[in-house]
């Protein structure tokens, strides 16, 4: 079901859930809502009304930061890696490899090589760096928590930072958490374990994420800040 509120469009889904979920998505301020089956129409109506101006503030918010044009992996892109801005410099060789060097990320491909491979290239070698992160701070944090996940995954995502799936104890992390500072990579590792013990984003989900990490609001911000896109 889609809604019209304030000129803002609104896309509204049933799910088997009991209680209301509101979300404006990085990077376009996309606005989402999630409804337990059994409430109305009207119902989801009037709760959005009432938190239309809340609504308006993030997608100002998201309007209001920069955003990178389409990427063509060309000398003089920016590359973050960790929240760290690196300047690409496009070398020429006969195979494909990226180094950081100083404040450069020396890129080597074949000449001619398309947009799209470059792209291909740069992303594995993001996964590759992930991986090893996961690999380390995973078991940090379950310990710190309790919690224990069965399987994880890495998976490239434009909507969310992680996902988990608390019967099955499988976590999904998305790829682009390379870019980001490293502290976000734990604040999601952390958000996603707790759906472990908790599936929904109430008081007792927010209670446990804040205790193992009392300045996860901060942490958040800067997770959904654009500037790394």
Request: glycine share 4%; with cysteine; net charge positive.
């Amino acid at each position: 079901m889609l809604l019209t509120i304030s000129g803002i469009l609104i896309n509204v889904s049933k799910k088997s859930i009991k209680e209301m979920r509101l979300y404006v998505k990085p990077p376009n301020g996309e606005v989402t809502v999630s409804a337990p089956l059994s409430l109305s129409n009207e119902a989801i109506e009037l709760f959005v009304r009432s938190k239309i101006s809340w609504i308006k503030k993030q997608i100002e918010r998201f309007d209001k930061q920069p955003r990178q044009s389409k990427r063509k992996y060309v000398s003089g892109e920016t590359l973050y890696v960790w929240g760290e801005p690196y300047y690409l410099q496009i070398e020429y060789g006969g195979r494909n490899s990226l180094v950081l060097s100083g404040d450069k990320a020396i890129f080597t491909v074949k000449k001619n090589t398309a947009t799209v491979q470059r792209e291909k290239f740069v992303r594995e070698w993001y996964r590759k760096r992930l991986k090893e992160e996961i690999e380390r701070l995973l078991p940090k944090w379950e310990k710190i928590t309790g919690l224990k996940c069965n399987s994880w995954q890495i998976k490239y995502m434009t909507s969310r930072w992680g996902t988990c799936k608390p019967k099955a104890r499988k976590i999904c992390l998305n790829l682009q958490l390379a870019k980001k500072p490293p502290e976000c990579l734990e604040y999601i590792i952390l958000h996603e374990l707790a759906h472990i013990l908790e599936k929904y984003h109430n008081e007792r989900f927010k209670s446990f994420v804040g205790k193992h990490m009392p300045k996860w609001k901060e942490i958040k911000s800067t997770l959904n800040d654009q500037t790394t896109a």
